[in-house]
């Protein structure tokens, strides 16, 4: 969700008032109730020509449909609470969460990122190798970002080294966290962990800490890290999606992001990225790009994390598929 977007959701939701705002937040995902509720929280006076633009924005784009399609029923509280304080948040908390439990690694998700971090640094590396595995890609890159590198280095390979999680070792761990598992002894080991999800926390990593881990990991195995890296989606492989999924990319990212992107992207990428704009845009674009001056590495490194979340983003609804080495595809 562009930042454009997310204001636009703030207020719509403020302009839908408690009990429908407490309906459509049920089906957001943690990270969009964070950016949102933030953005709320935020919000000034707003004039009516803009409630007006984005009350007709959204009509026109939803009598195209014939529904929103969100399935997700992950919401946070505490960065609701956080976003909007105790007395904004408690009655359309009550509605969002009900009687959910939040108990055990569940409640975590609930939780920002540093303080997980203080609650789980302390536990063995294995139990919190285990504990990443069942968050959110992002919040468990978020979590080992307030680590130590040597904590955070021995945790990743911990998670790329696991291979499945026992029921019983998960209310093992509850006894510490709470209950996550009630215990059912016919459940089968979960398939949590391994290379792949390894990959995936890496990819919001920043490029300092990537590099320090993935040396870790090429100290401990050569071949698991190329592995790793093999898994790994990065800038250039923007190269391998397909036209349309290049132009559904293009109306997520905004156009400043995108040109200090691209000033580290090889030429055969920034080509793609122009045939699938307009004429006009893409002269611009490329005007844009020769005037830019000098820019930090770091700088660029950062744009290209943000646009590679949108990507990924975009991937797991659906919108578009990223190309995979050999003849499958994975979205």
């Known amino acids: ?109 609930w939780m920002d990122a540093q303080s997980v971090a203080d609650l789980i640094r302390n536990e063995h590396p294995q139990i919190i190798a285990t504990i990443l595995v069942h968050l959110e890609r992002y919040h468990a890159c978020e979590t080992l970002g307030h680590f130590t590198e040597r904590l955070r280095n021995d945790v990743v390979l911990r998670i790329a080294t696991l291979d499945g999680v026992q029921p019983a070792a998960l209310r093992e761990l509850n006894e510490v966290l709470t209950k996550l598992l009630t215990g059912n002894e016919s459940l089968k080991k979960k398939p949590m962990g391994g290379v792949r999800a390894a990959a995936e926390i890496l990819n919001f990593l920043s490029g300092e800490n990537e590099a320090s881990v993935m040396s870790n990991l090429k100290n401990y195995d050569g071949d698991m890290a190329q592995k790793i890296m093999d898994e790994m989606f990065v800038f250039d492989n923007i190269n391998d999606i397909d036209d349309r999924g290049i132009q559904v990319m293009l109306r997520e990212v905004q156009s400043e992001s995108l040109i200090v992107a691209l000033k580290g992207a090889s030429q055969e990428l920034r080509e793609k990225i122009f045939k699938n704009m307009s004429q006009r845009a893409a002269e611009m674009m490329r005007e844009d790009l020769e005037s830019k001056g000098p820019v930090r590495l770091s700088e660029v490194e950062a744009q290209q994390k943000e646009i590679l979340q949108v990507v990924r983003r975009l991937a797991d609804e ?13 979205v």
């Open 318 to 330: 659906g919108q578009i598929m990223l190309g995979a080495k050999g003849d499958d595809a994975y």
């Open 1 to 109: 969700m562009s930042d454009e977007g997310t204001q636009k959701a703030a207020i719509l939701l403020l302009a839908l008032g408690e009990d429908e705002a407490a309906e459509v937040m049920k089906f957001l995902g943690p990270r969009e109730v964070q950016k949102i509720g933030a953005a709320m929280s935020a919000m000034k006076a707003v004039q009516s020509e803009e409630l007006e633009s984005v009350l007709e924005d959204f009509r026109s784009k939803t009598e195209q449909n014939t529904s929103i399609g969100l399935d997700s029923d992950e919401y946070i509280r505490s960065v609701m609470t956080k976003a909007l304080g105790d007395d904004k948040a408690s009655s359309l908390l009550n509605r969002i969460l009900g009687q959910r439990d939040a108990s055990g690694i569940e409640s975590l998700k």
